[in-house]
């Protein structure tokens, strides 16, 4: 049973290459038709890709699910006077956000590199989800050998 787990992982993990190596290997740059007017939604967009490459903004939203994060930890094994079963709870959604971070950071890694490489939204996406995927598989062929969670 864990030869068969170990070889599909393998096969997995060739796939994932091979998906990679393909879209490195398109390379192909598309611009949008229309491309010379600026409509309402790319209007929009610039403005908030302009917020979202400011530091200050990256320097907040990290201080902030920092904190907010470190405070559910907090009230869960601390002791303020929680119910035992609301602090496993809030210690179960510590763990989901840390892992949905980290899922995240994936996702968009995989999408930011595929559009580096001048490939569309799609592209970026397929790339993105694969990646998460990738990122759930790892942790259920871990989970099924070693047995990590719980």
Same mark, same amino acid.
């Given at each position: 049973?864990? +030869?068969?787990?170990?070889? +599909?992982? *393998?096969?997995?993990?060739?796939? $994932?290459? %091979?998906?990679?190596? %393909?879209? %490195?290997?398109?390379?192909?740059k598309?611009? !949008? =038709? &229309?491309?010379?007017?600026? +409509?309402?939604?790319?209007?929009?967009?610039?403005?908030?890709?302009?917020? *979202?490459?400011? =530091?200050? $903004?990256?320097? $907040? !939203?990290?201080?902030?699910?920092a904190?907010?994060?470190? *405070?559910?930890?907090?009230?869960?094994?601390g002791?303020?006077?929680?119910?035992?079963g609301?602090?496993? +709870?809030?210690?179960?959604?510590?763990y989901a956000?840390?892992?949905?971070?980290?899922?995240g950071?994936?996702?968009l890694? !995989?999408?930011? *590199?595929?559009?580096?490489? &001048?490939?569309?939204?799609?592209?970026? $996406?397929?790339?993105?989800?694969? !990646?998460?995927?990738?990122?759930?598989?790892?942790?259920?062929?871990?989970?099924?050998?070693?047995?990590?969670i719980?």
């Open positions: 049973m864990v +030869s068969l787990t170990l070889l +599909s992982t *393998a096969l997995m993990g060739l796939l $994932v290459v %091979a998906t990679f190596v %393909a879209v %490195a290997q398109i390379g192909a598309r611009t !949008a =038709p &229309g491309a010379g007017s600026v +409509s309402r939604y790319d209007a929009i967009t610039g403005t908030l890709g302009d917020v *979202a490459r400011t =530091p200050v $903004v990256w320097a $907040v !939203a990290f201080v902030a699910i904190v907010g994060i470190g *405070a559910v930890a907090l009230l869960a094994v002791d303020f006077g929680v119910s035992e609301l602090s496993g +709870s809030l210690l179960t959604v510590a956000a840390v892992g949905l971070l980290l899922t950071f994936v996702f890694g !995989a999408y930011f *590199a595929v559009r580096g490489r &001048g490939l569309g939204n799609a592209h970026g $996406v397929a790339a993105g989800s694969f !990646a998460s995927g990738l990122v759930f598989l790892v942790l259920i062929v871990t989970e099924l050998l070693v047995g990590v719980g």
